[in-house]
């Protein structure tokens, strides 16, 4: 019921903004590292639309893909973490000026994943041990709160900006995000 309920609260949101507001918003894009668990890293890419709901608050709906992959427990054994979040979040904009803009956030992830984990598998036998790594696949949803500060750069006489984004974010577990985000305000 819950996600349910966040979900209703961004869309009525949406339509708020839509009556009431003379900015219709800007279009982000994201890309940068992801770390899920030490030696298990990779990238992450998305996509974002954010609106003004008042002078200093934004919400936001945004689609992402991370994928990170390494051996973190064992040369032997190649893990993955592949996952696709839908996302909605509220910005709260302190710092502001004509060109700058830094902004926090909290918001709620859907995510869709796809992991490959190998755990170790000991076997006792009269001679000796003898240890394995067999991997497991699972696929499932996981959903969660979503955490994020951005600093933006708006470029003079332009409808474009630059900036830099740290986030930690539901993908599978709690992950790790730093990256560079490019805008376009319509």
């Given amino acids: 019921m819950k996600p349910f309920i966040v979900i209703l609260f961004m869309l009525t949101m949406c339509h708020a903004n839509a009556q009431f507001s003379g900015s219709s918003g800007m279009i982000k894009a994201t890309a940068g590292y992801t770390h899920d668990f030490p030696g298990l890293n990779g990238y992450t890419v998305g996509a974002e639309y954010s609106f003004p709901l008042t002078e200093i608050l934004q919400g936001s709906m945004g689609l992402k893909h991370a994928d990170m992959q390494g051996f973190p427990r ?10 696709t979040t839908l996302d909605f979040n509220m910005y709260w904009a302190p710092l502001r000026t004509e060109n700058q803009l830094f902004r926090v956030g909290l918001g709620y992830s859907f995510s869709f994943y796809n992991i490959q984990r190998a755990y170790p598998l000991v076997v006792d036998y009269a001679t000796g041990k003898s240890t394995t790594w067999p991997t497991y696949l699972e696929k499932g949803r996981a959903n969660g709160i979503n955490v994020v500060a951005e600093y933006e750069y708006k470029l003079p006489s332009s409808h474009f ?26």
């Fill in 74 to 83: 064992s040369s032997q054994a190649f893990e993955f973490t592949k996952a």
């Fill in 161 to 186: 900006s630059v900036g830099v984004r740290g986030a930690l974010y539901k993908a599978y577990t709690e992950t790790k995000f730093i990256g560079a985000v490019v805008g376009y305000e319509l």
